[in-house]
């Protein structure tokens, strides 16, 4: 049975992380987590340099994150994250970030990841490629975490465009998931997000993003939920979707 334990990674909402006083920005928290996946997978012998030497790579495929509360410049947080297991092509891993006063989580996500050899640039099964025992036994995040987003019936309005430069760009050589997440969460206008708080994000990777490249993003309303107002969205290089999303806003 696997003995695996979370890593519980401190981190300081500043000043830049939040607009310097609003609350923390999608490009700061997906920054946070997957700072925290970084150093567990290099503590678990699964880092970005040990899979490189053997040719292999994480590539992020999909995500549902959820917030209760957002965090506020200058809170104390911990970013608690753990692998929780295989499903079909994906290793799933789970985050919990915890604010100050409390340990109960203000925010909830779950990752899943693609084993990908860099060479042939397709993904293998994760079973056979890491320890197929890299799980703890902590239980999930969100055990009824969604990995699909749904489509609209709306027409999607043109928000605005962006090109993939230098500083977008990661050790992978595409645009890091960061951005493409800070870049969903900014299509759709501010009169279209309730009262402008991230609810919830559901988001599926399906292109890689690369230097140069010129993404148009979209959205089209979604009907509400109990959660709050909810959107498609969509970055999209040419007619191609590179990455579509689900935002509810509370």
């Known amino acids: 049975m696997s003995t695996i334990v979370p890593l519980e990674l401190p981190f300081?909402?500043?000043?830049?992380?939040?607009?310097?006083?609003?609350?923390?920005?999608?490009?700061?928290?997906?920054?946070?987590?997957?700072?925290?996946?970084?150093?567990?997978?290099?503590?678990?012998?699964?880092g970005a340099d040990a899979m490189a030497a053997r040719g292999l790579t994480w590539m992020l495929s999909r995500l549902d994150i959820r917030v209760d509360r957002e965090p506020r410049e200058s809170e104390r947080l911990v970013v608690r994250?753990?692998?929780?297991?295989?499903?079909?092509?994906?290793?799933?891993?789970?985050?919990?970030?915890?604010?100050?006063?409390?340990?109960?989580p203000i925010i909830r996500a779950s990752y899943a990841y693609l084993v990908v050899d860099v060479e042939a640039r397709r993904p293998l099964r994760p079973q056979n490629a890491v320890d197929p025992d890299l799980a703890s036994p902590r239980p999930r995040a969100m055990p009824d975490a969604i990995f699909t987003v749904p489509r609209s019936e709306a027409p999607f309005v043109e928000a605005y465009r962006e090109?993939?430069?230098?500083?977008?760009?990661?050790?992978?050589?595409?645009?890091?998931?960061?951005?493409?997440?800070?870049?969903?969460?900014?299509?759709?206008?501010?009169?279209?997000?309730?009262?402008?708080?991230?609810?919830?994000?559901?988001?599926?990777?399906?292109?890689?993003?690369?230097?140069?490249?010129?993404?148009?993003?979209?959205?089209?309303?979604?009907?509400?939920?109990?959660?709050?107002?909810?959107?498609?969205?969509?970055?999209?290089?040419?007619?191609?979707?590179?990455?579509?999303?689900?935002?509810?806003?509370?």
């Open 12 to 46: 300081l909402v500043r000043g830049y992380d939040c607009g310097y006083g609003g609350p923390l920005r999608p490009l700061a928290l997906a920054n946070m987590l997957q700072e925290a996946a970084g150093e567990h997978a290099f503590q678990l012998g699964v």
């Open 163 to 250: 090109i993939a430069g230098e500083r977008h760009i990661d050790h992978n050589g595409h645009v890091n998931n960061a951005h493409l997440i800070a870049w969903i969460c900014d299509a759709s206008p501010a009169s279209e997000r309730a009262n402008g708080h991230l609810a919830a994000l559901r988001m599926e990777f399906s292109q890689e993003a690369l230097l140069g490249d010129e993404l148009c993003t979209v959205w089209a309303p979604l009907p509400a939920s109990e959660t709050g107002t909810r959107q498609a969205c969509e970055l999209r290089r040419g007619t191609d979707a590179c990455a579509r999303a689900e935002v509810t806003w509370s």
């Open 81 to 104: 994250t753990w692998p929780a297991g295989f499903e079909k092509l994906f290793a799933v891993r789970d985050f919990e970030v915890v604010g100050e006063g409390s340990d109960k």
